[in-house]
C-alpha cells in the first residue's frame, strides 16, 4: 500500500493507480474470497479508506482510476477523459434511463460502487470504446456514468454520495 492519510484526507500514490486492462486482480483485501466477482477485477493495488473521509485524487490523470474499500464494499474513482465526458454526456441514460448529470457531482470524476446489481458480482474497469465497466459473472457492460449499456440488469452502478473540489473527493 503506497497511499497514506495526511490531514483526513487520504493521499494516493502513483502507484494506486488502475490505468485500464481487463487484468486479474494481483491483490485483494484480507479475508475475502478470490473467485470470480468477488474483486474488481484490473486492479493492482486496493486503497483502504481506513479512518480518512476524503480521498486526493489531483494527481490521477484523465483515463486513470483508483478503487477505494469503504463501508465494506469497492468504491472506484475514475478521473474521465475530455472524450469519457463528452461520450457520457451525449448518451441518453442507457437502459437505466439517467443522463450524465444523474450520476455524477464533477463532469470530470465518476464516483461509484463497482458492484453489479444483477448478482452482486464486482466489475472490472476495461476502458475500451465500447464500455468502461464490465462485469465478469454474467458480461454486464457500463459506460464511464457507470449506466447499464448491455446486460442481464437495467441498474446503474451504484451511486456514492460524495462532493468533489479540488481534486480531493470527500465522502458524505
Not at 8 to 24: E, K, N, S, Y
Not at 31 to 40: N, R
Not at 53 to 61: F, G, N, P, T
Not at 118 to 134: D, I, M, P
Given at each position: 500500500?503506497?497511499?497514506?492519510?495526511?490531514?483526513?484526507?487520504?493521499?494516493?500514490?502513483?502507484?494506486?493507480?488502475?490505468?485500464?486492462?481487463?487484468?486479474?486482480?494481483?491483490?485483494?483485501?484480507?479475508?475475502?474470497?478470490?473467485?470470480?466477482?468477488?474483486?474488481?477485477?484490473?486492479?493492482?493495488?486496493?486503497?483502504?479508506?481506513?479512518?480518512?473521509?476524503?480521498?486526493?485524487?489531483?494527481?490521477?490523470?484523465?483515463?486513470?482510476?483508483?478503487?477505494?474499500?469503504?463501508?465494506?464494499?469497492?468504491?472506484?474513482?475514475?478521473?474521465?477523459?475530455?472524450?469519457?465526458?463528452?461520450?457520457?454526456?451525449?448518451?441518453?441514460?442507457?437502459?437505466?434511463?439517467?443522463?450524465?448529470?444523474?450520476?455524477?457531482?464533477?463532469?470530470?470524476?465518476?464516483?461509484?460502487?463497482?458492484?453489479?446489481?444483477?448478482?452482486g458480482?464486482?466489475?472490472?474497469?476495461?476502458?475500451?470504446?465500447?464500455a468502461?465497466?464490465?462485469?465478469?459473472c454474467?458480461?454486464?457492460?457500463?459506460?464511464?456514468?457507470?449506466?447499464?449499456?448491455?446486460?442481464?440488469?437495467?441498474?446503474?452502478?451504484?451511486?456514492?454520495?460524495?462532493?468533489?473540489?479540488?481534486?480531493?473527493?470527500?465522502?458524505?
Amino acid at each position: 500500500m503506497y497511499s497514506r492519510i495526511k490531514d483526513g484526507t487520504l493521499v494516493i500514490d502513483r502507484r494506486d493507480v488502475i490505468r485500464g486492462g481487463f487484468a486479474a486482480a494481483a491483490l485483494a483485501v484480507p479475508g475475502l474470497a478470490h473467485g470470480k466477482g468477488d474483486v474488481p477485477t484490473g486492479e493492482t493495488e486496493i486503497i483502504d479508506l481506513m479512518d480518512a473521509s476524503a480521498i486526493d485524487v489531483s494527481e490521477l490523470q484523465p483515463g486513470e482510476m483508483v478503487v477505494v474499500w469503504m463501508n465494506r464494499t469497492f468504491v472506484g474513482i475514475l478521473h474521465r477523459t475530455d472524450e469519457q465526458q463528452a461520450a457520457a454526456a451525449a448518451e441518453v441514460g442507457a437502459l437505466s434511463g439517467e443522463s450524465d448529470a444523474d450520476r455524477v457531482v464533477d463532469p470530470a470524476y465518476l464516483v461509484a460502487e463497482l458492484k453489479c446489481l444483477h448478482r452482486g458480482c464486482y466489475v472490472g474497469y476495461v476502458n475500451t470504446l465500447e464500455a468502461a465497466f464490465k462485469c465478469p459473472c454474467h458480461r454486464a457492460t457500463f459506460d464511464t456514468a457507470g449506466r447499464v449499456i448491455k446486460g442481464k440488469t437495467d441498474k446503474s452502478l451504484p451511486f456514492v454520495p460524495h462532493s468533489v473540489s479540488e481534486g480531493v473527493v470527500s465522502f458524505l
